[in-house]
């Protein structure tokens, strides 16, 4: 049987940009299996969704890791992709999908061209450091992906899901690293890519929660993934000293930067409960 794609768009109160990205979809060679759209807004995306033949839900309106795992709910293909709404599906990006995702227990991730500056820019999946900013080469041995530009197979989310508490930032890494622990691997295909336009509204919002974010993923992946507690110990101290001194550095007030240390914690403490 050929494999099918649900390609997965989450969305909140960005109804223009979402038919951009609808109708990007419906342009390409091959249409997927099934298109998902899951509104995290007002419900100004659900005449959007239909008037482009999309399945549209209520998503729990709890940022983007809670609207992933709703819409996956309602995924029935072998495979599946996430677009945000402020993506152009390049034309054939399904066919590639579908295609090159054959081997078993592998994440095919590619690039996205990204237009949040005025000279548009290459961006392909890039590991994380120490301190958990992706920005590490990496040399043949992919440990993360590009969100907007990944074909998973359906089988992973049989044991992995976005994290909850994550509204927004650094959730690729966490399901890469996530999937890696489940045994799968990740391959990296450049034929696989799609057009990112970041759109202005909610930015000011989503900055705020990226340091967060990355705080308590990193620690969580040390502390739970990687199962070294010193390790997660000498990032939380390093990290967090890093953090305030930038926060001061960059004019962001001492204020802001402990609320972000604040809700990090807040975040693990959640986690230890549900666990």
């Not at 298109?35 to 309106?61: H, I, K, M, N, W």
């Not at 992709?81 to 999908?97: K, T, Y």
């Not at 057009?195 to 900055?207: F, G, I, L, T």
């Amino acid at each position: 049987m050929a494999n099918r794609l649900s390609l997965c768009i989450c969305t909140m109160n960005r109804p223009d940009e979402l038919a951009v990205a609808l109708d990007s979809v419906r342009r390409g060679t091959v249409q997927p299996h099934e298109l998902l759209v899951s509104d995290d807004g007002d419900g100004s995306a659900e005449a959007v969704a239909r008037r482009f033949g999309a399945t549209y839900q209520v998503g729990p309106r709890r940022g983007l890791g809670p609207n992933r795992n709703s819409v996956l709910d309602l995924a029935t293909g072998d495979l599946v992709a996430f677009v945000d709404d402020d993506v152009i599906v390049s034309n054939e990006f399904v066919r590639e999908s579908v295609s090159s995702s054959t081997k078993p227990n592998t994440v095919m991730t590619g690039w996205e061209l990204n237009f949040a500056s005025t000279s548009p820019r290459k961006v392909t999946p890039h590991n994380a450091d120490f301190l958990g900013f992706q920005r590490v080469d990496p040399s043949g041995e992919f440990k993360s992906i590009v969100i907007n530009a990944t074909v998973f197979p359906a089988s992973l989310f049989d044991h992995v899901r976005f994290d909850d508490r994550i509204r927004y930032g650094y959730e690729e890494i966490d399901i890469s690293r996530q999937a890696l622990k489940a045994g799968y691997r990740i391959e990296y295909n450049d034929l696989l890519w799609n057009e990112h336009h970041p759109a202005s509204s909610n930015r000011d919002d989503y900055a705020q929660v990226l340091a967060s974010s990355r705080l308590y993923l990193t620690y969580r992946a040390y502390r739970t993934y990687e199962g070294r507690p010193a390790k997660a110990a000498a990032f939380a101290t390093v990290a967090s000293a890093h953090h305030l001194a930038h926060s001061v550095k960059s004019k962001q007030g001492l204020r802001r930067g402990l609320s972000a240390l604040t809700q990090a914690r807040a975040y693990w403490d959640q986690s230890k409960r549900s666990a």
